[in-house]
């Protein structure tokens, strides 16, 4: 494996975001319009820092340990109206379990809260005994919204909540399996055993020869929740390469300057309809590159050994990075932040900055 195509001044950024965004109540998702603790962007976030700053992922935990109801992780602890927000209307603070469009749950907190506190117990055992009962309770808490064995979920719930994914999701289902493994690792519950049904599930419910669907019904490939099944090992060694080579051919075919967040597109149906009005729907369909993804994509290949010097996405957000001295969490065609009517990119964002770290682990 290469020397990482992240330079020190990158690097440097990143671990700034990271502390800019760092509160008693753990990281935000950035400093503007995402200045309270989004459950999934904190605790990517945390990944980047379990090993040089383990009391900020701490932070993280504990609140969302905090606040979980019924073995619920919140999605976010904060201000609990966003569309008061960005309306600049008042709105009352607190945790928040459903999601802002029709009120369903999102499922990804509660596995990746599991994730990062078993990365963290990895790394500083002795916190075992603090997340442990947790631990549990949020995997009870998704087993109730199994149907044989794969999660199924409502709409507008996961990270992309621009779209009414519904059912049995790539993304959901990867990071369960991921987090029944790692806390059977981490914690020494009987998991093991579930964690491979599950994964063998996935691959029954959603591969299609090349990638796995989205979900259930919609062949398309969520580039997101691909790179992640080849993270944390769902599916065989030749299925992780043909994804690789699969998003890799999609993003020449499209002459895209980063991977996109889906190829082909979604059905325009899928995507909230009032983001039609905002002119934002795109936003999690083939539209503004995300950053997190390209992040992601550098771990991903990081972790299965890869010749990095080869991968370009990861330089080019490196140079992006150093040129302008800032995280963005979106960045239009022209590679500039977004900036549509009625939203701006994040510039400081916790997410990307976390996973850009946590490679170099």
């Known amino acids: 494996m290469t ?3 992240y330079s020190s001044k990158t690097l440097a950024t990143c671990e700034d975001v990271l502390a800019a965004n760092i509160t008693k109540k753990g990281f935000t998702a950035g400093k503007s319009h995402f200045n309270d603790v989004w459950a999934r962007d904190a605790l990517y976030a945390s990944w980047g820092v379990i090993s040089s700053h383990p009391s900020w992922a701490e932070n993280t935990l504990s609140t969302l340990q905090a606040h979980m109801q019924n073995g619920q992780v919140p999605l976010r602890v904060g201000r609990q109206n966003m569309v008061n927000v960005f309306l600049g209307l008042p709105t009352s603070h607190g945790p928040v379990y ?3 469009k029709n009120k369903d749950v999102a ?3 509660n596995s990746l809260y599991v994730i990062t506190a078993a990365k963290l117990v990895e790394n500083k055992p002795s916190v075992k005994e603090i997340y442990e009962d947790s631990v549990s309770r949020a995997l009870e808490w998704l ?5 044989n064995e794969l999660l199924t979920e ?3 719930a996961s ?7 519904q059912g049995v999701s790539l993304y959901n289902n990867v990071l369960y399996a991921a987090a ?3 806390a059977s690792k981490a914690f020494d519950l009987t998991y093991s055993a579930k964690a491979r049904r599950v994964e063998e599930r996935i691959t029954s419910a959603l591969w299609n020869e090349t990638y796995f669907n989205a979900w259930r019904g919609r062949k398309a490939c969520d580039v997101a929740g691909n790179l992640l099944a080849v993270y944390f090992n769902v599916g065989s060694r030749s299925q992780h390469q043909t994804i690789l080579s699969h998003v890799d051919d999609q993003q020449h075919a499209h002459k895209d300057s980063f991977l996109k967040t889906n190829y082909p597109s979604y059905h325009l149906t899928d995507t909230y309809l009032p983001f039609y009005l905002l002119g934002m729907q795109d936003y999690h369909d ?3 590159y995300w950053t997190w993804i390209t992040a992601l994509e550098h771990l991903v290949r990081s972790r299965v050994n890869e010749d990095l010097s080869r991968v370009s996405n990861a330089k080019r957000l490196d140079e992006w990075i150093q040129d302008h001295g800032v995280i963005p969490e979106v960045l239009d065609q022209d590679l500039s932040p977004l900036k549509r009517l009625a939203y701006e990119s994040e510039t400081g964002f916790s997410w990307t900055a976390g996973l850009i770290l946590a490679a170099q682990e």
Not at 143 to 147: D, Q, S, V, W, Y
Not at 159 to 165: F, N, P, T, V
């Open 180 to 182: 029944l493994r790692k």
């Open 3 to 5: 020397s990482s195509p």
């Open 159 to 165: 990270w992309d909540d621009a779209l009414k994914k």
């Open 143 to 147: 087993a109730r919204h199994e149907t």
């Open 107 to 109: 499922l990804d907190p």
């Open 286 to 288: 083939q539209g503004p």
């Open 154 to 156: 409502g709409s507008y």
């Open 98 to 100: 459903t999601n802002d």
